[in-house]
């Protein structure tokens, strides 16, 4: 696989970068490390070492596991359990996993902890988290939990409180790639008495290649990302030396399932035939909780991060629509930190122990004490709440708001609140055969590099700005824009039968301060490749928690590339024209101000 690379730096110091720094990305994907030792205020537990041999995705896979017991829990005295597991590249032995059971065994929870498969010390491939293989791999665990199945060592546990026969009273808590398994394992074994999946994802096709414009035309590589991933999990058997042979993929795959390799290999290779494409859209959808959400009926606690860029907002949003819908009790809330963005004071942190002082600490602990201690009378908070940048404490609402406001894309490059105020006229950028405009680099911080304010180069990009705003104004929520754009070079091959050829664009919002300072928000864009340039396309910008200040302006912003992603293949210049009664719009999900 051909990864790309800097031409400053050698190929194999930079893959090897690649690898160091993929592997730091392990650390915020659940919660940082508690402070040592099984003795606590809150009482003293037990850690047990266990092994497991459970079949999963056709193979015989060990899992590496550590059991910690409560004092005082016995058969006479059982109690409810929590089972985790760890983010991408990590392990039980991680900071941020054995953190959830020494967390939950503190506070009288029998605790399951283990290492996904492929990763640390258990077995077989990466197979990014399907339910048939890693979701039948849990399920195995909930069955020792059971008291149904022995640890390699004969160690059963008979200390589990019951629902009935073979039905452990346990919940599931993790990020990330420790997220996603949640929802896997949920859809195949109903047992799972209440989920809290943290910064994951709903549709890696999305994820790894979105197109917020349709999902069914093959997105826009988000190659950094992707990539790092995919050195640190074909890394795996190097930095966790095993002779385990199920780790092992003897069909052109050193560490992950064939499929997984092959969808990267066609993501890398920048050309996107049909059948190829759909093929990896149903690979990508087949391991997503997209696909599988349906048979989840376990209630549902979302967290995600709104400064996440890997899986953004809507991700979150998409599968707490889906499960609302169906009627499962579900609540998300949208916290500062993610796979991207860091911590703000106040915000959970077991490192800290301050699930208690903590807006989502308490939230977890009331969704435990409600599903799995039975308190009916336990406070499970709203539908849904935000961390609200630069305020006090968290917003909440009985739903994510609707869009309330529509502004126009006048031809002068102004954002106007009335069709009327649209002025006649048209604008032109072009694509340069480089990036010209910067969003983010995901591992710049982890390979000690500075990541450069975004940019976009003049001449490669259009933006339409409001007026300076009259009061402050709160987004929450994911705006909306209708586009359309006339690119002859772009329409002359997009029939082609290969996606690669289609236009490429990223459509983005700025926070433009009085002194013209330009921030983009959480470095959050919305890449799209337009499925038909001679029609309007509407695109899905990544939901955020923003507040645009008392004489600031709004710019949305369609940019020819960005250095986080591949771009278009060969030149394509783009027109945007407007008139009064055919013009682009911009929707906006305000909670408070009007823009105007």
Same mark, same amino acid.
């Given at each position: 696989?051909?990864?790309?690379?800097?031409?400053?730096?050698?190929?194999?110091?930079?893959?090897?970068?690649?690898?160091?720094?993929?592997?730091?990305?392990?650390?915020?994907?659940?919660?940082?490390?508690?402070?040592?030792?099984?003795?606590?205020?809150?009482?003293?537990?037990?850690?047990?070492?266990?092994?497991?041999?459970?079949?999963?995705?056709?193979?015989?896979?060990?899992?590496?596991?550590?059991?910690?017991?409560?004092?005082?829990?016995?058969?006479?005295?059982?109690?409810?359990?929590?089972?985790?597991?760890?983010?991408?590249?990590?392990?039980?032995?991680?900071?941020?996993?054995?953190?959830?059971?020494?967390?939950?065994?503190?506070?009288?929870?029998?605790?399951?902890?283990?290492?996904?498969?492929?990763?640390?010390?258990?077995?077989?491939?990466?197979?990014?988290?399907?339910?048939?293989?890693?979701?039948?791999?849990?399920?195995?665990?909930?069955?020792?939990?059971?008291?149904?199945?022995?640890?390699?060592?004969?160690?059963?546990?008979?200390?589990?409180?019951?629902?009935?026969?073979?039905?452990?009273?346990?919940?599931?808590?993790?990020?990330?790639?420790?997220?996603?398994?949640?929802?896997?394992?949920?859809?195949?074994?109903?047992?799972?008495?209440?989920?809290?999946?943290?910064?994951?994802?709903?549709?890696?096709?999305?994820?790894?290649?979105?197109?917020?414009?349709?999902?069914?035309?093959?997105?826009?590589?988000?190659?950094?990302?992707?990539?790092?991933?995919?050195?640190?999990?074909?890394?795996?058997?190097?930095?966790?030396?095993?002779?385990?042979?199920?780790?092992?993929?003897?069909?052109?795959?050193?560490?992950?399932?064939?499929?997984?390799?092959?969808?990267?290999?066609?993501?890398?290779?920048?050309?996107?035939?049909?059948?190829?494409?759909?093929?990896?859209?149903?690979?990508?959808?087949?391991?997503?909780?997209?696909?599988?959400?349906?048979?989840?009926?376990?209630?549902?606690?979302?967290?995600?991060?709104?400064?996440?860029?890997?899986?953004?907002?809507?991700?979150?949003?998409?599968?707490?629509?889906?499960?609302?819908?169906?009627?499962?009790?579900?609540?998300?809330?949208?916290?500062?930190?993610?796979?991207?963005?860091?911590?703000?004071?106040?915000?959970?942190?077991?490192?800290?122990?301050?699930?208690?002082?903590?807006?989502?600490?308490?939230?977890?602990?009331?969704?435990?004490?409600?599903?799995?201690?039975?308190?009916?009378?336990?406070?499970?908070?709203?539908?849904?709440?935000?961390?609200?940048?630069?305020?006090?404490?968290?917003?909440?609402?009985?739903?994510?708001?609707?869009?309330?406001?529509?502004?126009?894309?006048?031809?002068?490059?102004?954002?106007?609140?009335?069709?009327?105020?649209?002025?006649?006229?048209?604008?032109?950028?072009?694509?340069?055969?480089?990036?010209?405009?910067?969003?983010?680099?995901?591992?710049?911080?982890?390979?000690?590099?500075?990541?450069?304010?975004?940019?976009?180069?003049?001449?490669?990009?259009?933006?339409?700005?409001?007026?300076?705003?009259?009061?402050?104004?709160?987004?929450?929520?994911?705006?909306?824009?209708?586009?359309?754009?006339?690119?002859? %070079? &772009?329409?002359?091959?997009?029939? *082609? =039968?290969?996606?690669?050829? #289609?236009? @490429?664009?990223? !459509?983005?919002?700025? /926070?433009?301060?009085?002194?013209?300072?330009?921030?983009?928000?959480?470095?959050?864009?919305?890449?799209?490749?337009?499925?038909?340039?001679?029609?309007?396309?509407?695109?899905?910008?990544?939901?955020?928690?923003?507040?645009?200040?008392?004489?600031?302006?709004?710019?949305?912003?369609? %940019? &020819?590339?960005?250095?986080?992603? *591949? =771009?278009?293949?060969?030149? #394509?210049? @783009?027109?945007? !024209?407007?008139?009064? /009664?055919?013009?682009?719009?911009?929707?906006?999900?305000?909670?408070?101000?009007?823009?105007?």
């Amino acid at each position: 696989m051909e990864v790309p690379v800097s031409r400053a730096v050698p190929r194999s110091r930079k893959v090897l970068a690649l690898v160091a720094g993929a592997a730091a990305l392990a650390a915020p994907l659940a919660l940082a490390a508690p402070a040592s030792g099984a003795e606590t205020a809150a009482g003293a537990y037990t850690v047990t070492p266990l092994r497991f041999t459970v079949q999963a995705g056709g193979r015989s896979c060990a899992v590496d596991a550590d059991l910690y017991r409560p004092a005082g829990v016995d058969a006479e005295h059982p109690a409810p359990a929590v089972l985790a597991t760890n983010g991408f590249g990590g392990s039980k032995n991680d900071g941020s996993t054995d953190a959830i059971g020494k967390a939950f065994a503190e506070r009288g929870y029998v605790g399951l902890v283990y290492s996904g498969l492929g990763f640390g010390k258990s077995g077989c491939l990466i197979s990014l988290d399907a339910p048939e293989t890693d979701g039948r791999a849990a399920a195995r665990l909930v069955d020792f939990l059971a008291g149904a199945l022995a640890a390699d060592d004969g160690t059963r546990a008979d200390f589990v409180t019951r629902d009935g026969a073979g039905d452990p009273r346990v919940g599931m808590i993790g990020g990330s790639y420790g997220g996603a398994v949640q929802l896997a394992t949920a859809s195949v074994d109903p047992r799972v008495d209440a989920l809290v999946p943290l910064i994951t994802w709903n549709d890696l096709a999305y994820s790894l290649a979105p197109n917020a414009a349709d999902r069914d035309t093959p997105g826009v590589f988000k190659w950094q990302w992707a990539n790092g991933f995919y050195l640190m999990g074909e890394g795996q058997p190097l930095l966790v030396p095993s002779l385990d042979p199920s780790r092992i993929n003897s069909l052109g795959c050193l560490h992950f399932v064939t499929d997984a390799c092959d969808t990267v290999r066609l993501l890398n290779s920048g050309r996107y035939p049909k059948a190829a494409t759909d093929k990896m859209l149903a690979y990508a959808r087949s391991v997503s909780p997209v696909s599988y959400v349906d048979r989840i009926t376990a209630p549902t606690l979302l967290v995600q991060g709104q400064a996440d860029t890997l899986f953004n907002l809507n991700e979150a949003r998409a599968t707490y629509d889906r499960l609302r819908e169906r009627g499962v009790d579900t609540r998300m809330i949208w916290q500062s930190w993610g796979h991207s963005g860091g911590q703000k004071p106040g915000e959970l942190d077991l490192g800290q122990g301050n699930l208690e002082s903590s807006y989502v600490g308490q939230r977890i602990l009331g969704w435990f004490d409600r599903y799995l201690r039975k308190n009916t009378a336990a406070d499970t908070g709203p539908a849904f709440a935000w961390y609200r940048e630069g305020q006090s404490g968290y917003g909440a609402a009985d739903g994510v708001p609707a869009l309330s406001q529509r502004l126009y894309l006048s031809g002068d490059g102004k954002l106007v609140d009335n069709r009327a105020k649209v002025a006649e006229g048209s604008r032109r950028y072009s694509n340069w055969l480089v990036p010209t405009s910067h969003s983010e680099s995901s591992l710049a911080g982890t390979i000690g590099l500075p990541d450069p304010r975004p940019y976009d180069t003049p001449g490669t990009y259009l933006g339409w700005t409001t007026a300076p705003l009259t009061a402050p104004v709160d987004l929450v929520g994911a705006p909306k824009a209708t586009l359309k754009v006339d690119s002859p %070079a &772009a329409e002359r091959v997009q029939d *082609s =039968g290969d996606a690669a050829d #289609k236009l @490429v664009l990223f !459509a983005k919002l700025y /926070d433009v301060a009085p002194d013209g300072t330009k921030t983009l928000v959480n470095r959050l864009v919305a890449p799209v490749r337009v499925p038909d340039v001679t029609r309007p396309f509407t695109v899905e910008l990544p939901a955020v928690v923003h507040r645009y200040e008392t004489g600031h302006r709004l710019e949305l912003v369609i %940019a &020819a590339s960005d250095t986080a992603y *591949s =771009g278009n293949r060969g030149v #394509k210049p @783009v027109t945007v !024209a407007s008139t009064p /009664d055919d013009t682009g719009t911009l929707e906006l999900p305000l909670v408070q101000g009007t823009v105007g």
